[in-house]
């Protein structure tokens, strides 16, 4: 029987916590309340899972993971620390990270499109009601119907618009469209330009591919996406990122058997945003996804200050739990405590409820799944030390390493290729010119055309005929995207 691929999560007075990297696509959640650890935490998980070399995705919300890339420094604290837990072989050392960024600022842009993205998270990072978030499926099903590509805002902006003027001939076949809610949803566009959207709506789409690389020693690269403004200039956008990521990884990768270790890895920091004021429709699938998931081989680790943030649904699929200090100040903030603390395997020689106050930094209860995937009962461990530098690099640091990064040049350049926008402002030029030519038509003519049809019916029949060709052609979108809940073929 293989021996198990194990790595060290910490430990204290003899006894080391191991994590068996078998278990790592069973998910897992780090918590704890500011300033008590979390991210150092989420650092040494990373280191771990690139050793054994697993890439990894994660988001950098505070701004001060960048450090991952080059070798820490040893001090006093971390010596000891080292001496305590009694970590072997340990060393200062990097891995290997690309740096990544919506804004194309400090990394590499990251770009979907509307179409991969689905009426579904669209609507809800719109936060548009019932009503309209039906207008937005029906605008998504004309425009594959119509064989156009929604790629960015200007192309939904343009598909609304054409909606709006011909409402009347798509009534029949779409149902009936409200002009104020056209206008609400238009209103939202630019709100979402506003924060930011468009930068991350067009093309090139990210691929997954680059996200799944190892380098020339066989760690996996560490993706590492700058989210600090992000999340302070959207956080619904952050959140629409993380969930059309996890749906594209569910919907592309292959079935995978047992494995020793995961196929990919990913840490969503402050995770309750992923949740908040999200539609029922949204939570199911987000469920849905973390559940099957797993046999994709990836690993999705959730980040955030209480497991409460985490619906019950999602939160009973985390199989690693690490609880850093919680405050208990109010009734409420004690009621949380003990919910918490009955989450874990209960340990005789641990009252859990006592040492979730009174956790120091770094410190942490743990618990992991053995090899037959059962909770441990629940350990107090100072977490290991990370082997790389613990807090941000420079500027000058992390252009230096963009400047050399294996992807430099691929998504820098932002492509506008024929899409909604473009095909609409064509037939619009073209009604123009048949609305010329009828002008210059003699009355008797005019009389004998009357039953033939307008020019917005034949514009979805002419539509209509271009499917099968070069651009016109039925768009299958994700298990959260999806107009019919069906997959992309």
């Keep these: 029987m293989t021996e198990a691929v194990k790595f060290l999560v910490g430990g204290t007075h003899g006894k ?26 989420l650092q040494i998980l990373a280191e771990a899972y690139s050793r054994l070399g697993v890439p990894v995705f994660m988001a950098d919300v505070k701004g001060d993971l960048s450090g991952i890339s080059v070798a820490g420094k040893t001090n006093k604290k971390i010596e000891e620390r080292i001496a305590e837990i009694n970590i072997p072989g340990y060393q200062n050392r990097a891995t290997p990270v690309v740096f990544w960024d919506i804004f194309g600022e400090s990394g590499h842009p990251v770009r979907a499109t509307l179409s991969e993205l689905g009426p579904l998270l669209l609507s809800s990072l719109m936060e548009l009601n019932d009503t309209q978030t039906g207008i937005m499926y029906s605008a998504f099903k004309i425009a594959d119907d119509n064989g156009m590509l929604l790629l960015d805002l200007k192309d939904l902006r343009s598909m609304l618009a054409w909606i709006g003027k011909n409402s009347r001939e798509l009534s029949g076949e779409y ?15 630019l709100v979402l330009e506003e924060q930011g959207a468009e930068y991350f709506f067009g093309e090139p789409a990210l691929k997954l591919e680059h996200l799944m690389q190892s380098d020339y020693s066989g760690n996996g690269v560490i993706s590492l996406l700058d989210a600090k403004d992000l999340v302070n200039r959207s956080p619904r956008l952050y959140a629409t990122f993380l969930l059309w990521l996890l749906s594209e990884l569910f919907e592309n990768l292959p079935e995978q058997g047992d494995a020793d270790r995961p196929s990919l890895v990913l840490f969503f920091d402050e995770a309750h945003l992923l949740f908040d004021r999200a539609p029922k429709p949204l939570l199911d699938k987000i469920e ?29 699929q985390l199989g690693m739990r690490i609880q850093h200090a919680l405050r208990s100040y109010t009734p409420k903030d004690k009621k949380a405590v003990k919910a918490v603390a009955e989450s874990f395997r209960p340990n005789p020689e641990i009252d859990t409820v006592q040492c979730i106050t009174e956790l120091g930094i770094g410190e942490a209860l743990v618990s992991v799944l053995d090899e037959q995937g059962s909770p441990t009962p629940v350990e107090r461990i100072l977490i290991r030390p990370p082997e790389s530098q613990i807090g941000p690099i420079n500027e000058s640091d992390r252009d230096e390493r963009l400047k050399r990064s294996p ?31 009828a002008k210059s038509v003699p009355r008797r003519a005019k009389k004998s055309s009357s039953g033939r049809q307008s020019v917005g019916e ?13 651009i016109g052609r039925q768009l299958f979108r994700g298990i959260m995207g999806s107009l019919l809940g069906n997959g992309r073929r």
């Design 407 to 437: 992807l430099s040049g691929i998504y820098d350049q932002e492509v506008d290729r024929q899409s909604a926008y473009e095909m609409l402002k064509q037939r619009a030029e073209q009604q123009e010119i048949v609305q010329k030519q």
């Design 175 to 189: 149902g009936n469209f409200s002009a104020a809610s056209i206008g609400a949803i238009q209103r939202r566009l």
């Design 288 to 316: 849905q996804v973390v559940r099957l998931i797993r046999s994709k081989g990836v690993g999705v680790y959730f980040i955030t200050q209480s497991p409460l943030d985490i619906p019950e649904d999602v939160l009973g």
């Design 458 to 470: 034949a514009f979805i029949k002419s539509a209509a005929r271009s499917i099968g060709s070069q």
């Design 16 to 41: 080391q916590i191991n994590m068996n990297a078998a278990m790592g696509n069973r998910h897992g959640i780090v918590s704890g309340a500011t300033g008590t650890g979390k991210t150092v935490t």
